[in-house]
């Protein structure tokens, strides 16, 4: 054997995506991006990707769960959890006992939220105050076009939706920055205090209402509130409002490989998910896809993923079959389908590059995320990595494995740990992304393509 047979029958030699699919799947991954990209061009917010997913869970043939239901092969089934999050689950053919194959993204994403009395005036400018939520760069967010997204519930039981700064013809908000010239003392300060949270307030208008008075402006953005929604200051207490970046998903490179969009983490495997339980007729067992909130801030809280809502929603279909729940989750297997950093020769430093995802080579499994020394994460076993490796290699999936940066530089979590906490096998795995958490993410249409692809084999194991 020549050394370069050798080398061939013993190495990886991993390939680009683009080297490896036919052009039949180039026009279908282009048709999956045209979907993608409407899909997160509607979908901005937690709230909107579930009512997103309801109503096309719905048309799809999909009913609400019903404690105490029969469930049958084949059946779609879906539970909204407070517009939030949701589960969906298409019945497979042999018993829940026989365990479960989940896919779990979330649909929330980094922002800034308003706080709860957020509306005043100062210097005759009026502004909204917020809280960032999830991991932002502070500094990213200024001088970036704004838009206004989210429910208030008033104390009538109503509830109004406000959408500001998408439309074409909507006004956009704006966090203001510091101009160059005067920013002698602001430029020796390190990023994390170059914007400081409390800067972080939203421009809402300059004009002063007509006549006597104090706070003028501020009571002129509150009438403009009022005439179009029905809503007074008071009812900011019981609103679920944020600001996120403004505009649209946008082809990316003048090949236009890439997509470039704000909330890429991690709606885009949450789409992935949708689209491939949407594929499904009767798997051989029940596919399970979770969309869920929280995720940024640690998973937690009612529509997070460390939330009960989960075996709420499996123990009926398990009592359907009279299954123990915990005999199903001892049986199942998760793939939680978050994305991984992508590496970027700009920042080359932070990255181990023999042990990072790239661009274009397709779904990234990440054995563990966490930081300093693996903290936090879910570390799937040689095991539960030989399962998935197969399992994509046999579906014809394009994969490559991942880590979350060289060691000791940072890192994060999924939801993986918290699905592995309830004695389901869990690997992470999803599209690379570069620029994660910024107002604008990227991340390629081949990896966004082949994530569904994977989503689909995991359904059909
Ligand atoms: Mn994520
Ligand atoms: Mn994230």
């Known amino acids: 054997m020549t050394n370069e047979e050798l080398k061939e029958s013993l190495l990886m030699a991993p390939k680009n995506g683009y080297t490896r699919i036919s052009a039949e799947q180039r026009a279908e991954m282009e048709s999956y991006c045209k979907g993608y990209t409407a899909f997160i061009d509607a979908c901005k917010t937690e709230r909107e990707a579930t009512a997103w997913a309801v109503a096309e869970a719905e048309k799809q043939g999909f009913k609400p769960l019903v404690d105490g239901m029969d469930i049958k092969p084949g059946d779609r089934i879906y539970m909204n959890n ?76 109503t509830t109004v939706t406000i959408t500001i700064g998408e439309e074409e013809n909507d006004p956009i908000l704006v966090v203001s920055d510091l101009l160059i010239h005067l920013s002698a003392d602001q430029m020796q300060k390190t990023a994390a205090q170059v914007i400081a949270g409390e800067q972080l307030n939203v421009i809402l208008g300059t004009e002063p209402l007509e006549g006597e008075g104090s706070d003028l402006v501020k009571l002129h953005i509150m009438k403009l509130l009022n005439e179009k929604y029905g809503i007074i200051e008071s009812d900011f207490l019981s609103a679920e409002l944020t600001i996120v970046p403004a505009g649209r998903c946008r082809e990316v490179g003048l090949d236009r490989s890439l997509l470039g969009a704000y909330g890429h983490d991690d709606r885009v495997c949450s789409y992935a998910e949708l689209a491939a339980l949407f594929s499904l007729t009767v798997p051989n067992k029940t596919a399970v896809c979770i969309l869920a909130d929280k995720e940024e801030i ?152 082949e994530t569904m692809l994977a989503c689909k084999a995991i359904y059909l194991a």
């Open 82 to 157: 407070r517009g939030k999050s949701i589960i969906l689950a298409v019945v497979g053919a042999e018993s829940l006992a026989k365990g479960a194959n989940i896919c779990a993204a979330h649909v929330d994403s980094p922002r800034m939220d308003l706080k709860p009395n957020p509306l005043y005036e100062d210097s005759e400018i009026a502004y909204f105050k917020t809280h960032y939520y999830g991991g932002i760069k502070k500094y990213q967010w200024p001088t970036v076009a704004l838009a206004l997204h989210g429910v208030v519930c008033k104390k009538d039981g």
């Open 298 to 449: 640690g998973s937690v809280g009612i529509s997070g993923m460390q939330s009960d809502a989960f075996e709420y929603f499996m123990d009926i279909l398990c009592c359907a079959q009279n299954v123990k729940l915990r005999e199903c989750f001892a049986n199942s297997f998760c793939l939680s389908a978050d994305v991984s950093n992508a590496f970027d020769p700009n920042f080359a430093e932070t990255c181990d590059r023999r042990n990072n995802s790239m661009l274009n080579y397709g779904v990234a499994i990440c054995k563990y995320t966490g930081s300093r020394g693996k903290g936090g994460a879910s570390d799937a076993s040689a095991e539960a990595m030989s399962h998935i490796r197969t399992t994509f290699d046999n579906a014809g999936v394009i994969w490559q494995i991942a880590t979350l940066g060289k060691v000791d530089q940072g890192g994060g979590g999924t939801v993986a740990a918290y699905m592995a906490n309830r004695n389901i096998v869990t690997v992470d795995a999803g599209v690379p992304v570069l620029c994660m958490h910024a107002p604008m993410e990227l991340v390629s249409k081949l990896d966004c393509y």
